[in-house]
């Protein structure tokens, strides 16, 4: 990996942890996701002017992982805010990105989507569900399984199916459309990035516009704050900058890797500005799940 495509995976890391822990301070509704993926649609808007996409001829399995995409995604902000509503950063975040690597590879394997399993990915996705477990502990001593399902699993696993669906619907609808798009790869992407937001904005509508709370909450409480609008800076950022770093490492592996950097940051931003519980479990837990998760990508 060169140091530009570190350099560029590091800040994005801060900018992931970041609008996660300006979400959860805000301690956010529907409707503040809703806000900032319709900030963010705009600021990819200049894209659409210049992509070279026939429309017309993209094939209707492109359209429906799209429109999967789009559902999964909305999905995703929902779990979010059921998560940050009750659950502390320090352990929502990490189960959140860790438990969408479990789902992931176990649907692509039971379908046979993408290569089997290696030795070290299955010891690492061991690994990673164990630190799952483990995390969200008050002691080390006392394991609480019913506590774990009650209070932790319901939001979170609601996030993760989210994640788990956005990740497989977009691998196969971005690869379908990079095979007809005229465009570069990253304008390309930028455009399906703009698409998948129009696409949450359109699903998360009813719910927003639908349910007084939600709706009461848009206009007397996230349209007067600035915090939509930096997640949805922060969130397009973040992306973008991921997919410039791409082009920059020989495996991509070493990239996902890195990322992992966002977990123990997460954490360590609940604790010291949320002044969340600082655990023996959260800092075992964190561990292993970062260990599994480099294992996975090995």
Same mark, same amino acid.
């Given at each position: ?6 350099? =560029? ?125 483990? =995390? ?104 973008? =900058? ?57």
């Amino acid at each position: 990996m060169t140091l530009n495509a570190f350099l =560029l995976i590091l800040i994005s890391v801060f900018m992931h942890a970041a609008w996660n822990f300006i979400s959860r301070a805000s301690r956010p509704s529907i409707s503040f996701f809703w806000q900032a993926e319709t900030f963010g649609l705009f600021l990819l808007l200049p894209f659409v002017f210049v992509a070279k996409i026939p429309w017309g001829e993209l094939p209707l399995t492109f359209w429906l992982c799209f429109i999967g995409s789009s559902f999964f995604e909305s999905v995703y902000c929902i779990g979010l805010s059921k998560s940050y509503k009750k659950i502390d950063i320090s352990i929502a975040y990490p189960l959140m990105r860790a438990l969408p690597v479990l789902l992931v590879a176990i649907i692509t394997s039971v379908f046979h989507i993408g290569k089997s399993l290696n030795f070290w990915a299955t010891a690492g996705m061991a690994v990673v569900a164990a630190g799952c477990f483990v =995390l969200p502990q008050k002691s080390l001593k006392e394991f609480d399984f019913k506590h774990f399902l009650r209070s932790i699993c319901g939001p979170v696993m609601l996030a993760a199916i989210g994640t788990t669906g956005y990740t497989i619907t977009d691998s196969m609808a971005l690869n379908k459309l990079l095979e007809y798009s005229a465009s570069s790869s990253f304008v390309t992407t930028c455009i399906y990035f703009f698409m998948i937001k129009s696409g949450i904005c359109v699903c998360l509508l009813p719910v927003v516009f639908g349910i007084r709370e939600e709706r009461n909450d848009l206009f007397n409480k996230c349209l007067k704050t600035l915090n939509p609008y930096l997640v949805g800076i922060f969130t397009g950022i973040a992306y973008l =900058l991921v997919l410039w770093a791409m082009g920059m490492v020989s495996n991509v592996s070493y990239l996902q890797a890195f990322r992992q950097l966002s977990l123990p940051l997460g954490v360590a931003m609940g604790i010291i500005f949320l002044h969340e519980k600082f655990t023996v479990p959260k800092v075992i837990g964190v561990l292993m799940i970062v260990i599994g998760l480099v294992l996975t990508v090995c």
